[in-house]
């Protein structure tokens, strides 16, 4: 498969996601237009359902919740 097509995922700099128990959780994000948008820990990192993570492989929808467990965690 091409690269261009492959899942991506948003990596977390403070754990490691792998087998971690918060995998599978959902957390709902509002975006800036009104949509709502489900960013999901997966064992290899972070994945948005909007349309920018699948093109950039990260988001600010991505980026918020990140910030948001990685700053519970401190």
Not at 40 to 61: I, N, P, Q
Request: glycine content about 10%.
């Amino acid at each position: 498969m091409s690269r261009k097509f492959q899942k991506r995922y948003l990596k977390p700099t403070e754990f490691d996601p792998k087998d971690h128990w918060m995998v599978g959780i959902t957390w709902p994000v509002k975006g800036s237009k009104g949509n709502e948008y489900q960013v999901t820990l997966h064992d290899r990192g972070f994945a948005c359902e909007c349309v920018g993570f699948s093109f950039h492989g990260s988001c600010k929808h991505s980026k918020a919740v990140v910030a948001q467990v990685q700053g519970a965690m401190r």
